[in-house]
């Protein structure tokens, strides 16, 4: 049996990983490119916060650290609409007071080192990994002047992110198909701090969003009070980075536009100006899995935009399924291991980006709509007179382990279905009609067919 | 003004467009990866053929190469197909006896290296390049051990292929979308010899064509009399290249799907296991442009499967484009002429490439459906009825300057008008019907709205 794992990135899905192959009875090493952030000040400015969900709780529960992250996150129970002017509105995410948590990434991150290493896990900071050989499986490290080797291993699993090593390596094999898309939006890290006696100065309960069609402002709650903010914008146009260069105008854009938050923003210039403007892509290839030596995982085979919060949640799932599967395998056939890895994840991996797309025009863009509350209305009705039978796709993603893929496909099901349901007017109403609850209970039928196709 | 341009490669696009500029006064030097292709003997089985059309002449009527390459251009007037059983089937290409030209690649690329010599061009040979530092806009080339800085230049353009270095470069940049993907067919060149009297096998003004679907067989003529043939086959599944790895797989599979070319193959088993299978690739990728400092061209740009024979044509297209507005830019303002070039270009190197793979879906299956037999037969009428005004997008592509983009769009437009047209029966019996005329001049007006809000 294959002993010895090393794995790029000792990032969150990396950690995780490490965790549980060393848990298993394998010696993992993992090459971290940067230095030991526990033994840093946390860099703030560029990390928009976790949203964990079912996927992730999962991932932990593996580990055995469901509780202690427990202890440090947030329960956010829906979104809080903040309109231009007028009161914002809340709207729940689940029908039975479902929450999506924010956590912070660095706490999260040093938890997740920690008990690596307190597994036996060997974690090597600053080795920046420049080239992977693939039939070899030799990794090329720069280290000062000098490019190191190291090959003690039999598998090497690339959790090394958006920016992957081992997938530029990948890049050189034929018939490697590979695409990197940068949205057209960018994004800029802001805060709004405690109030004077420490308390949240906006509902602490909820993930907030100031929705302005082609662009959005949204804040998640932190453990000291504070919210982190982030301002997705295009980079280029009307309302953009462009043209928010200086003071005047950057402060002028949020008097219009977000004029509730910018009160409480008292450091908005310095952050606005000290904070990098990052950019946002997705990237997709195929295959995933080299032979019997190498693969990606998390970012690094499926980067995806934050709008679903699913990045960290769908990696940590590729790590559970990576267990089941070597679980099913006690003899350690890595082919056939890699094999079953990348048909169960890669059409996954595809659809969660789809979804994060998807999700980030209904966040900035629907949610600001009465026909589009009306539809979510309907949807939580028809979850509970059909509870066997229908689930939201919001519900899909974060509160069940339902396939990424199903989902999606369900996605285009629940719009035909809620088409027709709408069409036919008042919801309310029309199910005190014999004749609609008959049509109703048709296109509940049909619409399970649908799903069955697929799932 | 600047003078000084170094282009990487010395392809068919690379040899054209250092004649273009050199022609215009700028001072070029080219670096081509492989040795001179004029003082080896011309390596076969790996080249598709090519098909000159419209935009490939002009490019080489601003050469000055025209009559030259017109001498060895072998005229196709249309399709010829041939079914598993029964008489092949001619398809005229256009309404007026328009061809496109089977040319060979090596022969063209040997003139146009030698043209561009005798212009002054410095071409040099086996030099590998591996970098390209952008802002310095230094080239690094791999000379044996040692490597080599190049920068004697204002501006570079690379013409290098869809494997560019220069492009390699520009995936290190923020914000760079980028696409490679593979297609599922790979392709095999194999060979039908000239007669026992040095005469042509197949009839040589046509394109021959043998459609199964998912896969197909092409030829096309030689002037020695020759046809080269290409096989398009998925690498896996049913019938695919990974089924016919024993001699009796492939030629029990020729036998069943294609008798009549195979009988005219004596050389097919050394040919289908002596050539290589290759794969294809589908490249997209924007900024095509670096500030003022370097550009990407033809398929460095804009990779694209081969199915319409209109690689090297957008390529020559491309460089007819950058030349028109060197020539509105007398000041070379560098920064404004790439800026122009991509804004000209990029919509149709993506244009291109989806019409390409429609075609693909064309020529493998539905030219031997008679329902498309019957829509192709309609299109040349209404082509004839409505002269200035409508044209097929095959014609579009291959006998007219039309931007690809446009006739894409036009493609979806034609296929709603043809719908229509199809829908309502005989068309010719429908043409002697007053009312039945009205009817199409409404939809040709309809159609000719749409076209006008793109073009």
Known sequence: MSKKITILGAGLVGSLLAILLQKRGYQVTVLERRPDMRKLTYSAGKSINLAMSMRGWAGLELAG?????????????????????????????????????????????????????????????????????????????????????????????????????????????????????????GYKELCIPAGPNGEFLLDKQALHIWPRRNFMLIALPNTDA?????????????????????????????????PDALALMPTFLEDFFGNPTSSLVIVKCFPWVYQDKNMLIGDAAHAIVPFYGQGMNCG?????????????????????????????????GDAVADLAMLNFVEMRDKVADPEFLRRKQIEKELGLLYPAFFNSVYEMVSFSHTSYHVALHCQKAQDELLGKILAAGDFSANLLREDFKKDLDAWMQAYGEKVKEVA
């Not at 690596?116 to 420049?130: H, L, M, Y």
């Not at 720069?142 to 530029?168: C, I, P, Q, Y």
């Not at 982030?230 to 009307?238: C, N, Q």
């Open 65 to 185: 650290l469901r509780k202690e992250i427990e202890e440090i996150a947030i329960p956010m129970y829906g979104r809080q609409i903040h309109p231009i002017s007028g009161e914002p509105v809340f709207q729940a995410y689940g029908k039975h007071e479902e929450a999506i948590y924010s956590v912070s990434r660095g706490e999260l991150n040093r938890k997740l080192m920690t008990l690596a290493e307190a597994c036996g896990v060997d974690i090597r900071f600053e080795q920046r990994v420049t080239d992977v050989d693939l039939p070899t499986n030799t990794i090329s490290i720069e280290d000062g002047d000098k490019t190191l080797s190291h090959s003690d291993h039999d598998v090497v699993m690339a959790a090394d992110g958006a920016f992957s090593a081992l997938r530029n390596a990948y890049l050189r094999r034929d018939r490697f198909s590979y695409s990197q898309l940068y949205i057209e939006h």
């Open 226 to 258: 504070t919210f982190t903010c982030t301002l997705f914008l295009p980079f280029e146009g009307e309302h953009s980075f462009e043209n928010l260069k200086t003071p005047e105008a950057a402060k002028s854009f949020f008097e219009t536009q977000f």
């Open 316 to 348: 940590f799932e590729d790590c559970n399924v990576l267990m089941s599967i070597l679980d099913n395998n006690p003899d350690a056939d890595w082919t056939g291991i890699l094999a079953q890895y990348q048909e169960a994840r890669k059409r996954n």
